[in-house]
């Protein structure tokens, strides 16, 4: 046990029995100087008295009747010390009739003994339960932590979740969509389909009418080839009665040279020639004029032939690509009414599709809504567990008041005899007139420009830097367990890290967050609440993050760094 507990519990037995028991009790430090008492004065003894049973020199020392008549400081009574576990803890001492106090005092000290070992049993089962205890917290911490990541995947899957939902009303009305499209597009290519057949049979019947064209037009060839030679036969005919016409005429001039050999008898001949000649001129004339005529009518029959030859070759072009015209209306025809039976197809599984998707949305709202009760859920029992970390925290803070000796209490009292050095320390750099108590509790933090994460700077920075390293850096030499000793404002800004966490600054902003946090605000929930925290000490377990997705366990012991009675900031120390 330490010293301060025997002390506490010293001065709570003496305040005990005075009160309840009537009793008068004396209690004894070191080398015999009283530390409490309930009376001014002695009980059967004097300081030298009390400071040999205190030593263990004595057991105890009775003062008689006559003894303490002979003297002004004592009574009559008895004075006993009480040993546990090898150590004189405790002188009392009881005013009465020697002889009748004697065995009340025997009695008072095996009740003093059971009592402080009913009390170590006490201690050491409150000091097992916190330690139990911070191993619980240690544990929450990571059940917290693995909550926090449940929460945050969670959190993701209802986001993916109102995404997909989205994406499956938008499908749903992209498929009503589709269904309403394809209703018309199979109405369209139905009545496509019996257009395409309508056709088909107007095709047909204008090939039918082709046809009968094409035989017309070569039919009308051959008249017109007949018609030329008809017309050639009748140019033949023409040219003969030329001749004739020719021969006539030669005739009708012969006959008039013997009529005028006949003199007045051939008078009458005369006339006769005359006449013949005369038709035969005129036959003549008729003759050329039947044969130029009839050569301009071969000439169109010719061009009729030719055009009638162009015409059969057009015709026979166009039957074919009238047949042609045809084939592809069968096969539109055919094609269409497989398009209408595909579109049918189609619309039926967009349809299908339509009824699938609003069945899956109501499934997936479901799924949201269960998703969002068990984050619900989640962030109700981060809550919870955080209650208990704070209650774990508060259990230390009261072990470490109670005197109970605990993993923490080191680290409990460095923390605080720390913080009032760096105290003491400003404060003589305040009396120094090194800076003004304005600028010891600057808030005007000055980022510096390129860093990345954030550092800053104020008008006290410079003097963190000369003064806590080495304070800092004998605490974190100090033990191996300590990861850090800080000193902080009370805005959480750091100005001086240790020497391992304070190097200059690099483009990756990782490493950065792992090796430069010096001249950073650290504002985050455990940061604010050990820097404004103004109970003597706060004890915190958290997560630190190390920069680069890593993160390390963390318990924090701080005490409040005071200047002049006036609240600076915070010592803080992590450890694990």
Known sequence: MSIEFDTRFGQELCEVFSAELGLVCSFMGEEGRIVASSVKERIGTNHAIAARIMRGEMEEYGVTKEEAAKSSGMREGVNMGVDFEGTRLINFGIAGPLETVRPLARIVRFCVTSLLRIRQEETTIVAAFARETGGIGKQMIEIAEDIDEVATKVADQHALLAELQQGIRALSDANQRIVAAMEETLAG??????????????????????????????????????????????????????????????????????????????????????????????????SAEIRQTLEGLTGTAGKLVEQGDHSATKAGGLTA?????????????????????????????????????????????????????????????????????????????????????????????????????????????????????????????????????????????????????????????????????????????????????????????AWNAAHCRNRRKFDDAVGLKAARNTNPFAVQSYRRDMGGGKQALMLDVSAPILVNGRHWGALRIGYV
Do not use: W
């Open 321 to 509: 690509e009238t047949a042609a015209i045809a084939d592809t209306m069968d096969h539109i025809r055919t094609s269409l009414a497989e398009m209408a039976g595909r579109v049918e197809n189609v619309a039926a599984d967009a349809s299908s599709i339509h009824d699938r998707s609003s069945g899956l949305s109501a499934e997936i709202d479901q799924a949201a809504e269960a998703l969002a009760e068990f984050r619900t859920r989640l962030d109700a029992t981060r809550s919870r567990l955080q209650d208990l970390l704070d209650a774990g925290e508060r259990l230390v803070v009261l072990t470490a008041e109670a005197g109970i000796e605990t993993q923490e209490t080191p680290f409990v009292a460095l923390a605080r005899e720390k913080a009032r050095e760096i105290g003491a320390l400003f404060e003589q750099e305040l009396a120094k007139g090194a800076l003004s108590p304005d600028d010891l509790f600057d808030e005007a933090y000055q980022p510096v420009p390129g860093s990345n994460p954030p550092q800053y700077t104020t008008r006290f920075t410079a003097l963190a830097d000369r003064v806590l390293p080495a304070v800092q850096e004998a605490v974190k030499a100090g033990n191996g367990r300590i990861m850090f000793c800080t000193a902080v404002d009370r805005n959480g800004y750091l100005p001086t890290h240790n020497l391992e966490f304070s190097k200059p600054q690099g483009g990756d902003p």
């Open 189 to 286: 290519a139905t009545a496509a389909s019996a257009e395409a057949e309508t056709s088909r049979q107007r095709v047909r019947g204008s090939l039918g009418d082709i046809d009968e064209v094409v035989r017309m037009v070569t039919d009308g060839r051959g008249l017109l080839l007949d018609l030329q030679d008809a017309m050639g036969n009748v140019v033949g005919v023409a040219q003969g009665i030329g001749h004739i016409a020719r021969q006539t005429n030669l005739l009708a001039l012969n006959a008039t040279i013997e009529a005028a050999r006949a003199g007045e008898h051939g008078k009458g001949f005369a006339v006769v020639a005359g006449e013949v000649k005369e038709l035969s001129r005129r036959a003549g004339s008729a």
